[in-house]
T-cell receptor, first 113, second 111 residues
């Protein structure tokens, strides 16, 4: 088990471009979460999957954001028409239902110029 | 909705004891968690309290009082490597199973 993997680790893009992040959770974890974290703040919940079903989305999640987990394994988070305010660390975490310990990946840092 | 309050910064010296408090408001309480995050790193799990009382794990302990909607993380025998941000987090009924994090407390340990 290699933990939660995220790719890319860093992404610099120009405003208006689309970006996609990938997360590979721990294999036996059926729940996967996306969070966003800006400097000096705690992780902010974006969305959550149980297996391939997207069960929850934060009301703060703009319609420019979309996430998928097509086969209940890896997940992608896409941001369309990026804005400077999207600059943040995007964290993925996974957990097995019934457990209490979220395991986070190292994150994907997005910089929008 | 939910909200968590914790101090923004705490400073201490090596060998000291530090307590980081957390008060919370939730619409349905499922437990209080603590996570540690070093600069540039991922948050990592420290402890979880579902019931009132003290949970001890090595140099770290965590306490919960559900009647007071309050908990704390106690760090003993501080080491330089404990310099990090510490987040309390709750699962809230309105947010389903997602953990909702506080803004974090930055602990600086000096020699």
């Amino acid at each position: 088990d290699t933990g939660v993997s995220q790719d890319p680790r860093h992404k610099i893009t120009k405003r208006g471009q689309n970006v996609t992040f990938r997360c590979d959770p721990i294999s036996e974890h059926n729940r996967l979460y996306w969070y966003r974290q800006t400097l000096g703040q705690g992780p902010e919940f974006l969305t959550y999957f149980q297996n391939e079903a997207q069960l929850e989305k934060s009301r703060l999640l703009s319609d420019r954001f979309s996430a998928e987990r097509p086969k209940g394994s890896f997940s992608t988070l896409e941001i369309q028409r990026t804005e400077q305010g999207d600059s943040a660390m995007y964290l993925c975490a996974s957990i097995h239902s019934g457990a209490n310990v979220l395991t986070f990946g190292a994150g994907s840092r997005l910089t929008v110029l | 909705g939910q909200s968590l309050e914790q101090p923004s910064e705490v400073t201490a010296v090596e060998g000291a004891i530090v307590q980081i408090n957390c008060t919370y408001q939730t619409s349905g309480f499922y437990g209080l968690s603590w996570y540690q995050q070093h600069d540039g790193g991922a948050p990592t799990f420290l402890s979880y309290n579902a019931l009132d009382g003290l949970e001890e794990t090595g140099r770290f302990s965590s306490f919960l009082s559900r009647s007071d909607s309050y908990g704390y993380l106690l760090l003993q025998e501080l080491q330089m490597k404990d310099s990090a941000s510490y987040f309390c987090a709750v699962r809230d009924k309105q947010a389903g199973t997602a953990l909702i994090f506080g803004k974090g407390t930055t602990l600086s340990v000096s020699s």
